[in-house]
């Protein structure tokens, strides 16, 4: 399976700065998703790309939240400004495969806003 | 809104015990999945079941699902405590270009 790096594994910044969390699948995919996991409201799908274009961000909180794919191998989603309740850790899912239903998660950013 | 609800939220078992994890789910599908994550780490997929199956076994694992009820277990046999973690279950649509739908996960712990 290919796998998904992700940076920083931790970010912890103050309210009102911008952040930028990043994700660079080792192979490139055509498909890329970002999903925000909470206690509260557990895994919820804020965008995803198939190749390279955003197909629905439905799921983005706000117009602070937005995030691009340049190329199959890199994705970055950046807050602007950052606020409390957007603690959370931000986690890059492809296709294991293409073609495949099932995904490959990175390690995911834990994400500290104070 | 999750499309998909684990039951029960949490559970503990010692180590050798059976440990049986449901979830439930509210539209049609193509396929259910488990995935498992341990603490601070991303989540890992286990096993696919598709809407035509109803009964899928991996290892240890388990799986059946009941389209009628639209629902699906996940059985763990002769539980180790490697695998304490999270569970979820999600969801594929059938249209199959949309991503998938995850509940909110069943923690085991599976005590040695």
């Known amino acids: 399976d290919a796998g998904v790096i992700q940076s920083p594994r931790h970010e912890v910044t103050e309210m009102g700065q911008e952040v930028t969390l990043r994700c660079k699948p080792i192979s490139g995919h055509n498909s890329l998703f970002w999903y925000r996991q909470t206690m509260m409201r557990g895994l919820e799908l804020l965008i995803y790309?198939?190749?390279?274009?955003?197909?629905?961000d439905s799921g983005m909180p706000e117009d602070r939240f937005s995030a691009k794919m340049p190329n199959a191998s890199f994705s970055t989603l950046k807050i602007q400004p950052s606020e409390p309740r957007d603690s959370a850790v931000y986690f890059c899912?492809?296709?294991?495969?293409?073609?495949?239903?099932?995904?490959?998660f990175g390690s995911g950013t834990r994400l500290t806003v104070v | 809104s999750q499309q998909g609800e684990e039951d029960p939220q949490a559970l503990s078992i010692q180590e050798g015990e059976n440990a049986t994890m449901n979830c439930s789910y509210k539209?049609?599908?193509?396929?259910l999945q488990w995935y498992r994550q341990n603490s601070g780490r991303g989540l890992v997929h286990l096993i696919l079941?598709?809407?035509?199956?109803r009964e899928k076994h991996s290892g240890r694992l388990r799986v059946t699902l009941d389209t009628s009820k639209k629902s699906s277990s996940l059985l763990i046999t002769a539980s180790r405590a490697a695998d304490t973690a999270s569970y979820f279950c999600?969801?594929?649509?059938?249209?199959?270009?949309?991503?998938?739908?995850f509940g909110k996960g069943t923690r085991l712990s599976v005590i040695a």
């Open positions: 790309f198939n190749n390279n274009v955003p197909i629905d």
């Open positions: 079941i598709r809407s035509n199956e």
């Open positions: 899912a492809i296709p294991k495969q293409q073609g495949s239903w099932g995904y490959t």
């Open positions: 999600a969801t594929a649509l059938p249209s199959g270009n949309t991503p998938l739908v």
């Open positions: 539209t049609s599908i193509n396929n």
